[in-house]
């Protein structure tokens, strides 16, 4: 029997009909064969309401009517993906931003702003009271929270100390904290000299958040937010513990690969699992643990400097986006903030109120991701011939979940730790690059002794 292809939504869920006593869209003989073990009493990270997010330039709010209250459809979208959620304000654009407190004349430069549009040039650009004021309506709107950066790259300290005043009075409780700069470990030989180091972003730091809690002596930070370098993270952790108790959380990007247009950033290469990350989490989390901090993953995506057109805006970057962020909750963080905005290839949402908004595939795999949140994590083993089928497994109350994610181009049969009443989700798409067609379906109670999974999809069951 061929996989079953389902109908194309537009970001709802639609219903399809249980297929009797086991879930089939594959022929079993061609399948690759793979067993799930499952201990539900080895309990790890437990994610949490807020565990997904979107990551936004600063430049974005150079236009006062993109995050606000009138902006219904984006609110909508933001609700989809979880009824709380952290937006992170910041990127490369928050270094070319300048806040002020006069109202510029005339229309807004920019609808929007973000990876893929020429307007993304690095111009100055306001941040007005107005822009806080409407983001603060859409933040309540949507029921998320902010994480907010300053520009302390090329902008005076005096003004960062500013315009932290009137975020902090603005968005009040809907801010978690505030970032110091973007990326700082990439500064060396762009805004500062060949001489930059960690010791001197520290000493850098450490001025900007004296002035910072002059005008907002309750201010609370998150950091680094560094690219790759490591040496910045575990500084930070050490030195925020023994100095700087306004430290709230611990925060870095990353990329799968990258840069886009660079040869050989493919689908191949995005689904292929990265030890890098593996062992730069084992770090991480040390860190973390050891300066009693949490760690949230602040900026990221599949590949850097907007996405790979015909890679980070198709079915696999669904795929690698729920397999991704479940991951990261693996290994301890409690958040996750894919980076996204304007038309760029790996964004979520792309599109302008004035055009229409429009659900990339990616936003399905982060849609996929929400059935964990609030849930628990337990130990879960694959034994499988392919490393690009993926499982985890959680508990919520008495609920028991299973993620099975396929990235691979044949069928696979999965045998499950238990036989009784499922629930399934499943996310699918007509093939592996396909832009469209890629949509989330749900399916009546089954028993499920073993699972089949279509090429390219991945499927959530509920015990």
């Known amino acids: 029997m061929q996989r079953r292809k389902f109908l194309v939504g537009a970001g709802a869920v639609t219903a399809a009909a249980c297929l009797g006593d086991r879930l089939t869209w594959a022929d079993e003989k061609s399948a690759i064969q793979a067993a799930l073990t499952v201990d539900w009493t080895r309990k790890g990270n437990t994610l ?9 330039e600063s430049r974005q709010l150079a236009n006062p009517k ?31 931003t300048a806040f002020t407190t006069e109202e510029p004349k005339g229309e807004p430069l920019l609808e929007i702003a ?43 300290v005096e003004r960062a100390a500013e315009e932290a005043f009137h975020v902090y009075r603005i968005l009040g409780p809907k801010l978690i904290a505030l970032q110091l700069g973007n990326e700082p470990d990439a500064w060396r030989n762009r805004y500062r000299g060949a001489d930059w180091s960690y010791e001197s972003y520290w000493k850098e730091w450490q001025v900007t958040r004296a002035a910072v809690l002059k005008r907002v002596p309750q201010a609370k930070f998150a950091g680094p937010d560094v690219s790759n370098k490591l040496a910045y993270v575990a500084g930070f952790a050490v030195d925020a513990k023994k100095s ?45 643990h050891a300066a009693g901090l949490p760690y949230r993953m602040c900026e990221g995506n599949s590949c850097w400097n907007g996405g790979q057109e015909g890679v980070s805006d198709t079915l ?52 996929l991701a929400k059935e964990f949140f609030g849930a628990t994590l337990v130990e879960a083993k694959l034994e499988c011939a392919s490393d690009r089928v993926r499982a985890y497994a959680a508990v919520a ?32 798409g007509p093939s592996m690059d396909a832009k469209d067609g890629v949509t989330i379906a749900k399916k009546g109670t089954v028993k499920v002794e073993q699972l089949q999974l279509g090429a390219h999809s991945a499927v959530v069951v509920k015990a």
């Open 244 to 288: 700087a108790p306004e430290v709230a959380l611990l925060t870095s990007h990353y990329y799968t690969m990258g840069p886009a247009g660079k040869p050989g950033m493919t689908i191949d290469r995005m689904l292929a699992p990265d030890p890098k990350l593996e062992r730069d989490m084992a770090t991480i989390m040390d860190a973390a």
């Open 48 to 56: 949490p309401a807020d565990y997904t997010g979107l990551s936004y």
């Open 397 to 428: 109350g008495s609920k028991k979940l299973l993620l099975i994610v396929n990235k691979t181009d044949a069928p696979v049969t999965v045998k499950l730790p238990a036989a009784h009443a499922h629930a399934v989700l499943t996310l699918d």
């Open 114 to 156: 973000g990876p893929g549009l020429p307007a993304n040039d690095y111009t100055e650009t306001p941040i007005t009271l107005r822009a806080l004021e409407n983001l603060r309506a859409f933040l309540d709107a949507t029921g998320w929270a902010c994480l907010y950066g300053l520009n302390t790259g090329r902008g005076s």
């Open 66 to 96: 993109f995050f606000s209250a009138e902006n219904k459809e984006l609110i909508q979208l933001f609700r989809e993906l979880g009824a709380t959620g952290v937006l992170r304000i910041g990127g490369s654009t928050s270094e070319y």
């Open 316 to 367: 696999a970057s669904a795929l690698w986006g729920v397999d991704a962020m479940l991951h990261f909750a693996q290994c301890g963080a409690i958040g996750v903030n894919l980076h996204g905005g304007g038309m760029g290839h790996y964004a979520p949402i792309v599109g302008s109120p004035s055009q229409g908004l429009t659900r990339r595939p990616l936003f399905y795999g982060m849609l």
